[in-house]
């Protein structure tokens, strides 16, 4: 009976007359209490053939509503990004596609390469000395960044997190610190969009371990994190910063302005919006702070012939270390989504980053001319952006807007109220390399 072809009619006799079953109700049967089994029919339609089934499924799929089929401006962390085609088409080769976590480690040279190639460049756009293997998402890289700051600083019990922090990542951290008994504190924003400095100055105690900031952050305005580092050296915390990986194409890698720690999300390089997954964290830091790092890296050596190798540098895991001692109970990283993400790095290449980031604050930098000139709307916060920003409509809601959008073909952007904000006439507009002049201006008419 192994595999996934249904036993034949000698088979099924062959097991009931080994268990001494007179059928399938009895042999499943033994053991369970009656009360807790359905006496009656299920009520499941008659069984269909591979075709019927397949026509069914393809009739169910085509009701989806993708970021292709529609002009989408949306984003509040998921964004519509050009993925090269070459990168679906590789990763999909069955020695990609099957491989499994490298527990016998040192003989997957393969797997190791790719995540040792995936370090690198990740280490590369945020300035930082080492990577992981990759998280799960954005939002658990950050809380685990959290986590990671009070285990080196080793003192204190509250994190300060911004108000514009995106609401999803701040819930993720809520529940993440509850646990541990560590405190979230929030810090106000200022005129600009960006983190308050002078409230946050006011905040910093011996009791703050870690100070976390979002860069676009969830408003899309671009944080200043040089000076937001400054404010360590009166009263030192870990920085943990958390940017879009594009945008450190053009912007200041964190780790050369003050970042201890730099997590986020690379689902941009390793897929389509997949109806919200899977995802891609990504968490980088200092050499100093790699005992403290959770999940696994990959380090490079040579063997005793003098060969160049892969080797897991670092587990610290609770399957390789004593539970107490484990950074995280995070056994396992994002593979193959890791090895697409630098697949997609690789054949776009530093120029095409530049140029793919570029067109990204083009767009948007028309957009927010058009905008800033309309009398229907008016911008919330004056500081510089990457490729989102936050609009208020001065008449009705913004779930009203959206609906009338959607009747000609266009999701207009987010509606932050349904992601916790408490502003309900607020719309987040993201606009990315793959949005036509024809289409933002389509946009730009709802207006």
Not at 274 to 296: V, W
Not at 386 to 401: C, S
Request: charged share 20%; proline share 4%; net charge neutral.
């Amino acid at each position: 009976m192994g595999g996934f072809v249904a036993p034949g009619v000698a088979e099924k006799e062959a097991l009931l007359a080994a268990t001494g079953s007179a059928d399938f109700s009895e042999l499943v049967g033994k053991g369970i209490p009656g009360e807790v089994c359905c006496s009656r029919p299920l009520n499941l339609p008659k069984g269909k053939s591979e075709y019927e089934v397949l026509k069914e499924l393809t009739a169910l799929s085509d009701k989806n509503a993708s970021a292709d089929k529609w002009n989408s401006f949306c984003g509040a962390g998921m964004y519509d990004h050009f993925v090269p085609s070459a990168t679906g088409a590789i990763v999909s080769r069955s020695e990609f596609l099957t491989a499994y976590t490298p527990y016998q480690a040192e003989v997957s040279q393969g797997t190791l390469q790719c995540i040792y190639e995936y370090q690198s460049m990740i280490c590369e756009l945020t300035g930082m000395e080492v990577s992981n293997a990759s998280m799960y998402d954005g939002a658990t890289a950050l809380a685990e960044g959290a986590i990671m700051a009070h285990s080196v600083q080793k003192k204190g019990s509250q994190f300060i997190i911004p108000a514009s922090l995106n609401p999803i990542y701040k819930q993720v951290l809520k529940t993440y610190l509850h646990g541990l008994n560590l405190k979230l504190v929030e810090v106000p924003s200022s005129a600009s969009g960006a983190v308050d400095l002078a409230e946050l100055k006011k905040l910093l105690n011996d009791e703050v371990f870690g100070v976390a900031v979002q860069t676009p952050n969830f408003f899309g305005v671009v944080e200043d994190i040089a000076a937001v580092a400054e404010l360590k050296k009166s009263s030192p915390f870990v920085l943990v910063v958390m940017p879009n990986l594009l945008s450190l194409a053009v912007l200041e890698a964190p780790g050369k302005v003050g970042a201890d720690i730099v997590v986020g999300e690379g689902q941009l390089f390793s897929g389509g919006l997949s109806f919200g997954g899977p995802l891609l964290g990504f968490m980088a830091t200092h050499t100093a702070n790699i005992r403290q790092m959770p999940g696994r890296i990959c380090g490079k050596t040579v063997d005793k012939s003098g060969k160049r190798g892969f080797v897991l540098t670092a587990q610290t895991r609770e399957q390789h270390i004593r539970r107490e001692k484990a950074t995280s109970n995070i056994c396992s990283n994002e593979g193959l989504l890791a090895l697409s993400a630098t697949i997609s790095l690789s054949l776009i290449g530093k120029e095409g980053l530049v140029k793919m980031a570029n067109l990204n604050i083009a767009k948007t930098q028309y957009a927010f001319s058009a905008l800033s000139k309309k009398s229907t709307v008016s911008i919330p916060f004056s500081g510089a952006v990457f490729n989102e920003f936050a609009v208020d409509l001065k008449k009705g809601t913004a779930a009203e807007f959206i609906a009338k959008a959607k009747a000609k073909g266009i999701l207009p952007g987010v509606d932050v109220s349904k992601l916790g904000a408490k502003e309900k006439n607020r719309l987040l507009l993201a606009f990315t390399e793959k949005k036509s002049k024809e289409e933002i201006d389509a946009l730009l008419e709802l207006f």
